[in-house]
């Protein structure tokens, strides 16, 4: 991570400098100077971890395109202080930025080797979550509701009548032509009705769909398509099974490497935390609440005043 921030923020002039400007070799012997710049100094050692960061060689070639690049990004920083750009807003907001994502990552960097996910916690969290990963029992339903709204009687003779057209007709592609007719014609349920009622699979204890109508149909079997009008206090429902799929008992060594990612984000995040109050800790921090809030007032009533329209 920091090999990567370097090497895209060190042709920075100004950022440049943040890494030089600690040992720029001033009083050291010119045998080890590689490169002089006004006051700048650059030794070799220097060079040459400027060379590592951005993930080059330390071959002569090498070392000389550095060498030729960092004089020029010297250069312009030299030209950037005689003209007073470093005081520009644009330019301090540019190097904080920096600055925050450096320092950010160097702290990321050392915090990254505490973490860790054991197999014991791959275990526990597999044990405490066996529902996500496993599946039960589902039948696959089609269904006709039939709306009670406020008139019970009636959705209840339709649902009989119904029943019962389809009851008289054997099982098999005539009443399946049939059921589609009257889920198109009949059901309320939006989202399956021209579909011939096929709402997908449903599984015991699903919260979309109520309890009696899921007890009778894992009560039900295959042999057993067409099943009895379920009443509810708001409709009546009369389904088939259009299938079944066989519960899977969840596999640990299944989902180990998707567990352990999950496990790792969640420390990754926790450690991103953690860097954040490693950054301010120690340091005398004070926010002035109330010149923010008279600022951000006056702000706010210039925003909100008309604009003056000229008399005349």
Same mark, same amino acid.
């Given at each position: 991570m920091i090999?990567?921030?370097?090497?895209?923020?060190?042709?920075?002039?100004?950022?440049?400098?943040l890494a030089l400007s600690a040992g720029c070799g001033q009083?050291?012997?010119?045998?080890n100077e590689v490169l002089r710049v006004a006051d700048?100094?650059?030794? /070799?050692?220097?060079?040459? @971890?400027?060379?590592? +960061?951005?993930?080059? =060689?330390?071959?002569?070639?090498? %070392? !000389?395109?550095?060498?030729?690049?960092?004089?020029?990004?010297?250069?312009?920083?030299?030209?950037?202080?005689?003209?007073?750009?470093?005081?520009?807003?644009?330019?301090?907001?540019?190097?904080?930025?920096?600055?925050?994502?450096?320092?950010?990552?160097?702290?990321?960097?050392?915090?990254?080797?505490e973490i860790r996910v054991s197999e014991a916690e791959i275990a526990a969290?597999?044990?405490?979550?066996?529902?996500?990963?496993?599946?039960?029992?589902?039948?696959?339903?089609a269904?006709?509701?039939? /709306?009670?709204?406020?008139? @019970?009687?009636?959705? +209840?003779?339709?649902? =009989?009548?119904?029943?019962?057209? %389809? !009851?008289?007709?054997?099982?098999?592609k005539a009443q399946d032509r049939l059921f589609n007719q009257m889920a198109a014609q009949h059901s309320s349920h939006l989202g399956s009705r021209f579909q011939g009622g096929d709402v997908g699979y449903l599984q015991e204890?699903?919260?979309?769909?109520?309890?009696?109508?899921?007890?009778?149909?894992?009560?039900?079997?295959?042999q057993q398509a067409l099943g009895e009008i379920i009443a509810t206090p708001k409709h009546f429902y009369i389904y088939r099974i259009l299938g079944q799929r066989q519960a899977v008992e969840a596999s640990l060594q299944d989902h180990r490497d998707k567990i352990r990612g999950k496990l790792l984000a969640e420390k990754q995040d926790a450690m991103r935390h953690k860097g954040?109050?490693?950054?301010?800790?120690?340091?005398?921090?004070?926010?002035?609440?109330?010149v923010i809030k008279r600022v951000a007032s006056v702000e706010e009533t210039q925003q909100r005043e008309p604009a003056k329209i000229p008399a005349g």
């Amino acid at each position: 991570m920091i090999n990567k921030l370097t090497k895209s923020f060190l042709p920075l002039a100004a950022f440049l400098l943040l890494a030089l400007s600690a040992g720029c070799g001033q009083g050291s012997s010119k045998a080890n100077e590689v490169l002089r710049v006004a006051d700048q100094v650059v030794l /070799a050692e220097e060079l040459l @971890a400027l060379a590592e +960061a951005q993930g080059e =060689s330390h071959s002569e070639q090498s %070392l !000389s395109r550095i060498a030729r690049l960092t004089a020029e990004d010297l250069a312009a920083e030299q030209r950037l202080l005689a003209e007073g750009w470093d005081k520009d807003p644009a330019f301090i907001q540019a190097r904080r930025r920096f600055i925050r994502a450096y320092v950010n990552a160097r702290i990321n960097r050392e915090l990254e080797k505490e973490i860790r996910v054991s197999e014991a916690e791959i275990a526990a969290y597999f044990e405490q979550n066996k529902q996500r990963y496993g599946r039960p029992k589902q039948y696959r339903v089609a269904l006709i509701d039939i /709306a009670k709204k406020d008139h @019970a009687d009636r959705a +209840a003779a339709v649902a =009989s009548q119904l029943y019962a057209e %389809l !009851s008289a007709v054997p099982a098999g592609k005539a009443q399946d032509r049939l059921f589609n007719q009257m889920a198109a014609q009949h059901s309320s349920h939006l989202g399956s009705r021209f579909q011939g009622g096929d709402v997908g699979y449903l599984q015991e204890g699903d919260p979309a769909w109520p309890t009696p109508l899921l007890d009778a149909v894992f009560a039900s079997s295959m042999q057993q398509a067409l099943g009895e009008i379920i009443a509810t206090p708001k409709h009546f429902y009369i389904y088939r099974i259009l299938g079944q799929r066989q519960a899977v008992e969840a596999s640990l060594q299944d989902h180990r490497d998707k567990i352990r990612g999950k496990l790792l984000a969640e420390k990754q995040d926790a450690m991103r935390h953690k860097g954040r109050e490693q950054l301010v800790r120690g340091l005398d921090i004070k926010i002035n609440e109330q010149v923010i809030k008279r600022v951000a007032s006056v702000e706010e009533t210039q925003q909100r005043e008309p604009a003056k329209i000229p008399a005349g």
